[in-house]
């Protein structure tokens, strides 16, 4: 079973995915003779709190992509009124601790946007991917561990 | 002339009691047509960059109640419904 671990920051557990376009946009891409815009590396705080995964906008935005959807968010913001996030299709894939081994890859991944970057982050890991994985926190010792 | 989006959103949204019976698969949406109902969230993003290439279209998961994402801490989303 693929696995990495990482360091609990102040931040939480942080995990570098690449993000991507998706799959079936690169696949329109190429048949466009479009240039596929170059992967992104985004610095992700693991949240179990957050039931979507979130990424920058900035990000979204550097990879050329245009909402697909919108879906209703509740954030301590929002109060009783759910807020709209854009939703964009990305592909993300997550490498093991050597960046060599591809620990996990998902082709095709609605997120929704943010605004992470004044807080030192380039989004959110929810449970969308979490629920493909085990995790362990290991507090004591400074770490966590994912398996996919 | 409106968003694409908002026009496919509205087309979701006066479609959706003759979508329920789908209810779970995901609608596309492209210049306010329904296109068709898919499995999956793949197969409908696959099937709108082939009909609309990279224009916008809308790829919708059919939902009796709408399905509402929960973060515990703020994204800074400023488009309130």
Known sequence: MPHLSGQITPWGPLINVVVTASAPRIAALTKINQAIPNPIVAKLVVDTGASLTSIDTTILMQLGLTSKGKTPIHTPSTQAQPHLADQYDVGIIIYGLNMQTVCHSIPTLPVVDGAFKAKGIDGLLGRDILMMARMNYGGPDGWYGISF | ?81
Do not use: W
Not at chain 2, 26 to 40: I, M, N, P, R, W
Not at chain 2, 50 to 74: H, S
């Open chain 2, 1 to 81: 002339m409106p968003d694409p989006l908002e026009r496919d959103l509205a087309a979701y949204k006066n479609l959706l009691p003759t979508l329920t019976v789908s209810a779970g698969k995901f609608a596309l949406f492209y210049k306010g047509e329904h296109q068709g109902v898919f499995d999956s969230y793949t197969d409908a993003l696959d099937a709108g960059y082939k009909l609309a290439g990279l224009e916008p279209f809308l790829v919708k998961q059919i939902l009796t109640t709408e399905y509402v994402a929960y973060f515990t801490r703020d994204i800074d989303v400023v488009c309130p419904i």
